[in-house]
């Protein structure tokens, strides 16, 4: 069997095109994952995409998402609500100053509380930014994700409202695999 997936892209071109969301209260913080784990990264991917069939990653050995995670410009910011991981944004670095927001989204405990928009804005500038902690890239010109039929149904409307622009809208049929969840048998 099969589903019909609806993916678009989505970009900004200037840090003045961003509009950040309000940060959702002082329980609420932003750090930055430095050291690149596997175990973490694979936690963070499938607590967060368990739900929403992120698949891709998961047949990855630990080698591969090691490799993935230490290349120059990707980094990977993590929300916590009192000390606990409520989502994340992981960003990659590309040619000509082009950063892509690769991976996205809250664990959905923490969904609809106001803190995907302050992550997006955060993580946002923080692609904007990336040169100044990775001197040997290129400034960033211009940041840009994409999102489909999937995902949550306030995705889209959370990245317009951050000033992302649609560019590209494409349709494909895909298999139709079963919800993973965060860990085999959820």
Not at 6 to 25: F, K, V
Not at 139 to 153: A, I
Request: proline share 8%; with cysteine.
């Amino acid at each position: 069997m099969s589903i019909t997936v609806t993916t678009w892209s989505l970009e900004q071109t200037s840090p003045a095109d961003l509009r950040p969301a309000a940060e959702p209260g002082a329980d609420i913080t932003i750090v930055r994952a430095e050291v690149p784990s596997p175990e973490f990264s694979r936690f963070l991917y499938t607590a967060v995409g368990g739900d929403i069939r992120w698949t891709d990653r998961l047949g990855m050995r630990h080698q591969e998402w090691l490799e993935a995670l230490a290349k120059p410009g990707t980094e990977t910011w993590v929300a916590y609500d009192r000390g606990t991981p409520a989502g994340y944004v992981e960003l990659e670095a590309q040619d000509e100053g082009s950063v892509e927001i690769v991976y996205f989204g809250l664990i959905p405990a923490f969904r609809g509380r106001r803190i995907g928009g302050h992550l997006l804005s955060y993580g946002t500038a923080r692609a904007w930014d990336l040169a100044e902690r990775w001197p040997a890239l290129a400034p960033t010109k211009r940041v840009w994700l994409h999102t489909c039929s999937k995902d949550g149904p306030h995705a889209m409307d959370n990245y317009l409202r951050r000033g992302f622009r649609l560019f590209e809208t494409r349709t494909a049929e895909e298999p139709d695999v079963a919800t993973p969840g965060p860990w085999p048998g959820a």
